[in-house]
């Protein structure tokens, strides 16, 4: 089954500690991106991927890193969580960046207090 | 002004009613719009796309563009408590032969009651 998984669904943490949400894709696409979804704010692209190695900023960031080394894995790496981090979080990939049909992750929804 | 906007509801409709939810947007060069469905703790599913101005259609579902007016809309006839859900729209630039990243709309929650 086509799908995009995330880990963990759920995640509290405190302000500063270090956390990684997993992405991984089983469709050999070569665009990924995140997203975090906010009341009143909508979604919001963070990092996106255009292939192995090839990161860029989306519109949102700051506060996060990621990295590429695969092509299924995209990793989202909050190195210094605060709490204007609590959001949800999605993960989406597509075959390329401008395919409409991008397939997003179940969301990981992250408290940091 | 945001480049899009987007009413965020709640709307709350019975059964059977026809259902328009709708976008504006500021920028010119989006040329590519989409409508995406998100149900409660599942993320967005793409539900229709269309390049031009004019009507697409797909089933229940209708996509409308006008771009003189910077204006979207998505129809849903004969909605079903299925279609209980937000109903995000999102929009692509498209100059100098490159196109832009998505940009999407915060998001209209649908409740349809039986």
Redesign the interface.
């Known amino acids: 089954e086509a799908q ?1 998984t995330q880990n963990p669904r759920y995640l509290i943490t405190v302000t500063g500690k270090k956390l990684t949400v997993t992405c991984s894709q089983n469709m050999n696409h070569e665009y990924m991106s995140w997203y975090r979804q906010d009341p ?6 963070i990092y ?1 991927s255009m292939n192995v190695e090839v990161t860029d900023k ?2 949102v960031p700051e506060g996060y890193k990621v990295s590429r080394k695969e092509k299924r894995n995209f990793p989202l790496i909050l190195e210094s969580p605060s709490p204007n981090q609590t959001s949800l979080y ?1 993960c ?1 990939s597509s075959l390329f ?2 395919q ?3 397939y ?4 990981t929804r992250l408290l940091v207090l | 002004q945001k480049e899009v906007e ?1 009413d ?1 509801g709640p709307l709350s409709v019975p059964e059977g009613a026809i259902v328009s939810l709708n976008c504006t947007y500021s920028n010119s060069a989006f040329q ?1 719009f ?1 409508w995406y469905r998100q149900y409660s ?6 539900l229709m ?1 269309t390049y031009s101005s004019g009507n697409k259609e797909d089933g229940r579902f209708t996509a409308q563009v006008d771009k003189s007016s910077k204006y979207i809309s998505l129809f849903i006839r004969d909605s079903q408590p299925s279609d209980s859900a937000t109903y ?1 729209c999102a929009m ?1 630039t498209y100059a100098g032969g490159s ?1 832009g ?2 940009i ?4 209209t929650k649908l409740s349809v009651k039986p």
């Open positions: 995009v009143g704010l909508g979604l919001r692209q996106y989306g519109d999605f989406a960046r401008t409409e049909t991008q997003f992750g179940p969301g | 987007q965020p590519y989409m703790r599942k993320g967005p599913e793409l796309y995000l692509r196109q990243n998505l999407f709309g915060k998001g």
